[in-house]
């Protein structure tokens, strides 16, 4: 399986994402939503959104993994973050910086979606990923 991904000219540059992702293969994965606990199911501090998005993306990982797949094989992610600031990309961006080597999570990352909700399905639930893959 190969994915390509890549941001045209004539589109928003820089931006922490690609804008296009192209992936050639037959085996889809679709990875639920993944939130900031632990395997067993402990929650990071309700208010820390970087380490949320850290641990939400380890999990998105092993999700992966259960698959066959890894984050090369990704051609999207979608993030929903509650209560979302321009203010806190900061914050956002060092969750997904500080596990990128960790997980082989390339920069910039597959075409990915941040959506700002009010709430999650529990209070302290401050973020949430979904991820996309294609294999072979």
Same mark, same amino acid.
């Given at each position: 399986m190969t994915v390509t991904a890549f941001s045209p000219d004539g589109l928003i540059q820089p931006v922490p994402y690609h804008h296009v992702a192209i992936g050639s293969g037959a085996r889809q994965v679709h990875v639920a939503g993944q939130i900031g606990r632990d395997p067993s199911g402990g929650q990071l501090d309700p208010g820390d959104l970087?380490?949320?998005v850290e641990q939400a993306l380890r999990n998105t990982a092993r999700a992966l993994a259960g698959g066959g797949a890894s984050f090369t094989d990704v051609v999207?992610?979608? /993030?929903f973050v509650t209560?979302?600031?321009?203010?806190? #990309? *900061? =914050? /956002? #961006? =060092? *969750?997904?910086?500080?596990?990128?080597d960790e997980l082989g999570l390339t920069l910039p990352v597959p075409p990915t979606s941040l959506?700002?909700?009010? #709430?999650l399905f529990e209070p302290d639930v401050l973020v949430e990923v979904e =991820?996309?893959?294609v294999l072979d």
């Open positions: 970087t380490g949320q999207r992610l979608r /993030f209560q979302w600031h321009p203010d806190r #990309m *900061g =914050a /956002f #961006m =060092a *969750g997904v910086e500080n596990v990128a959506i700002g909700v009010e #709430m =991820a996309y893959a």
